[in-house]
Nanobody, 115 residues
Framework: QVHMVESGGGLVQPGGSLTLSCEAS????????MSWYRQAPGKERELVAL???????HYAESVKGRFTISRDNAKNTVYLQMNSLKPEDTAVYYC?????????WGKGTLVSVSS
């Protein structure tokens, strides 16, 4: 059974940093592309960053140069390092993967950027 648990969210001031973690189980992690999505209040869920099994990365334009996605296959964990945070980064952040044409989501972790 696929299981993904996000952690690391919280309240941070503008310009601050946070690192999110997503620990996964129930599938062959090192073969799986992993993504971070976010959903702000009143908005649709959007892709933030993606990392393939070959460590190729892709970022939304709004976070390029500020966020870094990485993975540790030994720990079945994907990370999102977030720097220079802005109020518009406030959202629930979700871990996502697709295995055998099925979508799997974590329950999310809340990031609030406010002074």
């Amino acid at each position: 059974q696929v299981h993904m648990v996000e952690s690391g969210g919280g309240l941070v001031q503008p310009g601050g940093s946070l690192t999110l973690s997503c620990e996964a189980s129930g599938f062959i992690f090192y073969l799986s592309p992993m993504s971070w999505y976010r959903q702000a209040p009143g908005k649709e869920r959007e892709l933030v960053a993606l990392i393939t099994s070959g460590y190729t990365t892709h970022y939304a334009e709004s976070v390029k140069g500020r966020f870094t996605i990485s993975r540790d296959n030994a720990k079945n964990t994907v990370y999102l390092q977030m720097n220079s945070l802005k109020p518009e980064d406030t959202a629930v952040y979700y871990c996502y993967t697709n295995r055998q044409n099925m979508d799997y989501w974590g329950k999310g972790t809340l990031v609030s950027v406010s002074s």
